[in-house]
């Protein structure tokens, strides 16, 4: 059964950077059909769509976010992170990792982390 | 960036009713509209992609359809666990967009 866990730090101080990772178990991240993504979600908001990694490494990420965001793999730990650096309170949000499905999106989702901006 | 506008915003509805919620895209997608479900404090959960089919192990009580601009996620026979906030989202070109979301409630 394909598992997606996130993992990071919950607090983060305002204009430094935003660090967190997604470990992957039942299924490898170098598959050549599906892509691995993060969602995140202010409270009491809805979802945006952060970016995704093939498995080449190749990236794509919210205009919005593009200038601040890395997303980044990891083959030989299994795992993908998401780096978003100068962050504000804005950035307050539940962090979500997931895989796409080539041709029918988001399938599997983690469980969600919760980062909070603040001094 | 392609805009999905979902309605209605929230809905209250009874148990064993039957709700329709529908999705606009801004711009035509195809078929590359999926139908996620969230219940609070929980990660969404996809049911639905290529705008009809079932993800695996979502029972038949959902059901969607449409192509290229409009959609609509209907469900059946309502139960206590369908009461959620239920989000479209395309996935025709990025960046990804999700729909604002509507709350499904109990009457």
């Known amino acids: 059964q394909l598992q997606l866990q996130e993992s990071g730090p919950g607090l983060v101080n305002p204009s430094e950077t935003l660090s967190l990772s997604c470990t992957v178990s039942g299924a490898a991240i170098s598959s050549t059909t599906h892509l691995w993504g993060w969602v995140r979600q202010p409270p009491g908001k809805g979802l945006e769509w952060i970016g995704i990694?093939?498995?080449?490494?190749?990236?794509y990420y919210n205009p919005s976010l593009e200038s601040r965001v890395t997303i980044s793999l990891d083959m030989s730990k299994n795992q993908f992170s998401l780096r978003l650096t100068s962050v504000t309170a804005a950035d307050t949000a539940m962090y979500y990792c997931?895989?796409?499905?080539?041709?029918?999106?988001?399938?599997?989702w983690g469980q969600g982390i919760l980062v909070t901006v603040s001094s | 960036d392609i805009q999905m506008t979902q309605s209605p915003s929230s809905l209250s509805a009874s148990v064993g009713d039957r709700v329709t919620i529908t999705c606009r895209a801004s711009?035509?997608?195809?078929?590359?509209l999926a139908w996620l479900q969230q219940k609070p404090g929980k990660a969404p959960k996809s049911l639905i992609y290529?705008?009809?089919s079932l993800q695996s192990g979502v029972p038949s009580k959902f059901s969607g359809s449409g192509s290229g601009t409009d959609f609509t996620l209907t469900i059946n026979n309502l139960q206590p666990e369908d009461f959620a906030t239920y989000y479209c989202q395309q996935y025709n070109s990025y960046p990804y967009t999700f729909g604002q979301g509507t709350k499904l409630e109990i009457k």
């Open positions: 290529a705008a009809s």
């Open positions: 990694i093939y498995y080449t490494g190749d990236t």
């Open positions: 997931a895989r796409v499905n080539l041709g029918e999106g988001f399938d599997y």
């Open positions: 711009q035509g997608i195809s078929n590359y």
